[in-house]
């Protein structure tokens, strides 16, 4: 926990504008709720953004967690230099094809960014990227399902919602803010990790 809040310290969620670790520590707490209680899972959790948001190596994580973490923490980082629509479409099929940690990872993961969204004022919510955004995230859920039922439950509960307010904003678009914190890290979607470089 402590490794990964000095790998992400001063670096704040773009669309919340607080500070970025809060989505580390809710999808570990997702997955510190599931049963049985798993230590490797857990820890990957905190650490799933290091590799590709921070100057953390995979050697680091190997030196400091040993191979089971850092193995599951790899499986979950994208490739360096790859963007957009590869990005998008290489997370769904390698989800896909991974086992049920990278599954339970991805699906909190979803989660969290998910909810991130929810509720953001008028002048900072995306309907359109949100919308791109939640589209993506669902294809991703649905590689995952099967596993937790209770968590995909809650995904699903928080899509829908996030579904209605982007109908609600696409209908009555407001007035932009321009002025945004200043220390965003840079996430592949609004919220998350893909968190979540464009719309993780």
């Known amino acids: ?102 599954k339970r990872l991805k699906l909190a993961d979803k989660t969290s960014n998910v909810e991130e969204l929810i509720g953001l004022p008028d002048g900072r919510f995306d309907a359109k990227g949100n919308a791109k955004y939640l589209k993506w995230a669902r294809r991703v859920v649905d590689t995952c399902r099967g596993l937790e039922p209770t968590l995909e439950a809650r995904f699903d509960a928080s899509a829908e919602t996030l579904e209605r307010e982007i109908e609600r904003h696409a209908a009555c678009p407001p007035q932009p803010i321009t002025t945004r914190p200043t220390g965003l890290r840079p996430q592949d979607g609004p919220g998350g990790s893909m968190s979540t470089g464009e719309n993780t």
């Open 1 to 102: 926990m402590q490794f990964a809040a000095r790998a992400h310290d001063g670096v704040m969620r773009e669309d919340r504008g607080d500070a970025y670790f809060n989505h580390l520590a809710e999808v570990a707490a997702m997955c510190a709720e599931l049963e049985p209680f798993d230590a490797v899972l857990v820890a990957a959790c905190y650490l799933h953004d290091t590799v590709e948001d921070t100057s953390v190596t995979e050697a680091d994580i190997r030196a400091q967690f040993g191979d089971d973490i850092a193995d599951l923490v790899m499986d979950v980082t994208d490739p360096a230099g790859l963007k957009g629509k590869a990005r998008r479409e290489r997370q769904v099929a390698h989800t896909a094809g991974s086992g049920p940690r990278v």
